[in-house]
Nanobody
Framework: EVRLVESGGGLVQPGGSLRLSCAAS????????MTWVRQAPGKGLEWVSL????????TYAEAVKGRFTVSRDNAKNTLYLQMNSLKLEDTAVYYC?????RGQGTQVTVSS
């Protein structure tokens, strides 16, 4: 069974940082491109970032470029999202995703 479990969310002030993790199991993590998506209150899903299976290629939404960094540790079957310089508009539930499969998400709230 494919499982994706996100963690690391929380409440942070504007300008702060958080590091999200996504623990993957039930499939061969190292051969899949992985993505992060988010859903802000009352809005649809928004793609945030993508990382290739070997971690050598990454892409970002314009809204997070230069502030977020995606990475992965294939030995640990874990995906990461380092989020710096957080803004109020980054408030959302963040999900890691493999194809059409997402985890339960982790809440990130940016508030003063």
């Amino acid at each position: 069974e494919v499982r994706l479990v996100e963690s690391g969310g929380g409440l942070v002030q504007p300008g702060g940082s958080l590091r999200l993790s996504c623990a993957a199991s039930g499939f061969t993590f190292s051969i899949y491109t992985m993505t992060w998506v988010r859903q802000a209150p009352g809005k649809g899903l928004e793609w945030v970032s993508l990382i290739s299976s070997d971690g050598h290629s990454t892409t970002y939404a314009e809204a997070v470029k230069g502030r977020f960094t995606v990475s992965r540790d294939n030995a640990k079957n874990t995906l990461y999202l380092q989020m710096n310089s957080l803004k109020l508009e980054d408030t959302a539930v963040y999900y890691c995703q493999r194809g059409g499969i997402r985890g339960q998400g982790t809440q990130v709230t940016v508030s003063s």
